[in-house]
């Protein structure tokens, strides 16, 4: 029966630990399309942003109105370059974490709906695959710790010769 547990276990191992690289490996992917189309929201926001300047509906405005629409339209244009400078900028080890720093939801749900999963082959795909292959192992083996810590104690409780509860 050990023998049965101890292949279970192995498996489960395998199993989370592929999963979680699998998973982990797509993040560059997921960078790549989601940066695409963060691109292309800078270049709606700042033509949106000229459109305003140069448009009769605008100009018919208040200028407190009129100011508070660039504004806006300016803060959007920074916000999104600045989000894509920083994802762009990141190197190797920084670039996810300033990815979900500047992660817009909205963006990123859309990117999700149109996702097309790549086999990663390069440096950064091949390192993001082998820290989640890393991390979902590690995470099996403290699962597993968890629940495997009452046995031991019923066990270790029996071989001293107490009774267990």
């Given amino acids: 029966m050990g023998w049965l547990f101890r292949k279970l276990d192995l498996l489960g191992g395998a199993v989370i630990a592929g999963g979680a690289g699998a998973a982990a490996s797509q993040l560059q992917a ?3 399309q989601y940066l ?10 700042q033509r949106a942003f000229d459109a305003i300047g140069q448009g009769e ?6 200028a407190a109105t009129r100011e508070l629409i660039v504004g806006d339209a300016l803060a959007r ?3 999104l370059r600045a989000a894509r400078d920083a994802i762009l900028e990141g190197d190797l080890i920084s670039r996810p974490f300033a990815f979900f720093r500047h992660l817009d939801l909205a963006i990123a749900g859309r990117t999700g709906e149109s ?3 790549a086999l990663p082959f390069d440096t950064a795909g091949l ?5 989640g292959l890393l991390l979902g192992l590690i995470l099996y083996e403290l699962i597993k710790g968890v ?6 104690r019923r066990r270790s409780e029996r071989a001293a010769g107490r009774p267990g509860p």
Avoid: K, S
């Avoid at 509906?57 to 208040?62: A, E, L, W």
């Avoid at 390192?127 to 820290?131: E, I, L, W």
């Avoid at 629940?147 to 031991?152: I, K, V």
């Fill in 30 to 32: 997921f960078m790549v």
């Fill in 36 to 45: 695409q189309r963060l691109g292309g929201h800078v270049d709606e926001a």
């Fill in 57 to 62: 509906r605008y100009r018919q405005m208040d």
């Fill in 77 to 79: 244009v920074n916000e």
């Fill in 115 to 117: 996702f097309i999963p």
């Fill in 127 to 131: 390192v993001y695959a082998a820290t």
């Fill in 147 to 152: 629940l495997a810590l009452p046995f031991r």
